[in-house]
């Protein structure tokens, strides 16, 4: 099934309002499990997350 963009909004919308959301991530490529499809996607997004968290806490990037 398919999400609508519509319904992928929706999504963004209340997990920032019900979270303190600090980093969402869209891929242009893979599908579902991106992990087997696209492994540097994910990678790269964990980093990216961990960057971030590091930076907002005050610790060397």
């Known amino acids: 099934m398919r999400e609508t963009p519509r319904a992928r909004?929706?999504?963004?919308?209340?997990?920032e309002r019900e979270h303190n959301?600090?980093?969402w991530s869209k891929y242009d490529?893979?599908?579902?499990v991106a992990a087997m499809?696209?492994?540097?996607?994910?990678?790269?997004?964990?980093r990216a997350f961990f960057r971030k968290?590091?930076?907002a806490r005050g610790?060397?990037?």
Request: glycine share 4%; with cysteine.
């Open 29 to 32: 490529r893979s599908g579902h």
């Open 21 to 23: 959301v600090i980093h």
């Open 37 to 46: 499809e696209a492994p540097d996607l994910p990678v790269d997004d964990v």
């Open 59 to 61: 610790y060397c990037a």
């Open 9 to 15: 909004s929706s999504w963004i919308c209340l997990a």
């Open 53 to 55: 968290v590091r930076q």
